[in-house]
């Protein structure tokens, strides 16, 4: 989740109390406060020049990131990092969902690779060392570390969660840039980390009438089969998550066979569920809101559903009372606002993603 800057135009941390070490560090490197356009936490923040990484701004911004660090080595969801917390407390428990961990080890890399700074490797290795700690025995990981009772539990490939983990690790691991200051025992751990959560991606690939299709956005941690996640996330077949995944296995350098039949699997099984000669329409409400309701249109790009019921293939959707329906408009108005039920999630990995792949 990529958090929005702050409405005056000036960087995040600096429009609430500072800590007078940051400050200092930021006035110091720059002579004075820059006006600047600011850095967003998120995705952004790890797309800026080599050069500013080793800037006091990037500085008092990793001060702010390594003090949401949690006892465990983790890091809290949907928090603005940039904004020093204001107590020990702030920000919540870690994992590894919606970039939560993965993003902040990533940009603390890029500090260390840039700077050398010994207190940025420290907290990076931390959370390195809280990702293999949190991984199952069977290669999968939790949304959740310290386990939370429920659904957090699950093995979660929802929000992309343990692509972006596998990802990290896989570059980590290789001592890729900007990760060549992981010592030896940590690589080798990561190597294996990986190999292991590639082998629970193959195993908990669902199978219909012998074919393997795609995943659920999240697995049973024992047996491996389909989860409930939220009361209208049922056990599916996932027109979204699985695309996150299959990017992944796209990634392995020399994949095995086993590893190019999940993905001709997967996408052979995209391809014949998408929607054709439907899109979504957006109705702005007067509370605010936006509905989304779908609407016939010949020439609309193809779409996915979130949700696909397993062995019909059928476009599935669930609203907060857990019942299964087969018609969008029978979803109410609340979820329908607030919950991306379609997507062109596929269509990048179907047109380029995956010819490239093949040729490659």
């Not at 797309?47 to 890091?75: K, L, M, N």
């Not at 052979?268 to 936006?290: C, E, K, N, Q």
């Not at 476009?315 to 062109?344: A, Q």
Request: charged share 25%.
């Amino acid at each position: 989740m990529t958090l929005a800057p702050s409405d005056s135009g000036r960087r995040p941390w600096l429009n609430r109390a500072v800590p007078a070490a940051a400050l200092a560090i930021l006035t110091s490197a720059c002579g004075q406060v820059s006006d600047l356009p600011p850095v967003a936490w998120g995705d952004e923040i790890l797309r800026q020049p080599r050069e500013w990484y080793a800037s006091g701004e990037a500085r008092a911004a990793a001060d702010s990131v390594i003090a949401y660090q949690t006892a465990e080595g983790g890091w809290p969801k949907n928090t603005d990092l940039l904004t020093p917390p204001s107590s020990p407390d702030d920000g919540g428990r870690p994992t590894i969902d919606n970039g939560a961990t993965t993003t902040p080890m990533r940009f603390l890399a890029l500090v260390v690779d840039s700077t050398g700074d010994a207190r940025y490797r420290q907290a990076f290795e931390r959370g390195m060392d809280y990702l293999f700690a949190a991984q199952y025995p069977n290669g999968g990981w939790p949304q959740y570390f310290p386990l939370r009772e429920g659904y957090y539990s699950r093995i979660t490939y929802n929000d992309t969660a343990m692509s972006n983990v596998l990802t990290l690790l896989r570059d980590a691991g290789a001592a890729d840039a900007p990760y060549g200051f992981v010592d030896q025992p940590r690589r080798d751990r990561a190597v294996a980390a990986v190999a292991r959560g590639v082998d629970v991606i193959l195993r908990s690939q669902i199978k219909q009438d012998g074919q393997l299709t795609v995943w659920c956005a999240q697995h049973d941690e024992r047996t491996l089969e389909p989860a409930w996640a939220r009361s209208y996330e049922p056990p599916s077949l996932s027109g979204g998550e699985s695309v996150g995944i299959v990017r992944f296995l796209m990634s392995v350098e020399n994949p095995t066979p086993e590893i190019v039949a999940a993905i001709e699997g997967a996408v052979r099984w995209l391809r014949s569920v998408a929607m054709s000669g439907v899109r979504v329409r957006r109705i702005p409400s007067s509370d605010g809101r936006v509905e989304r309701v779908l609407v016939q249109d010949p020439a609309a790009p193809p779409l996915w559903a979130r949700f696909y019921e397993l062995g019909t293939n059928r476009p599935l959707y669930l609203d907060r009372d857990s019942v299964y329906r087969y018609d969008f408009s029978e979803i109410g108005v609340e979820r329908r606002s607030g919950y991306s039920y379609h997507g062109t999630w596929a269509a990048e990995l179907l047109d380029k993603d995956y010819p490239r792949w093949r040729a490659a």
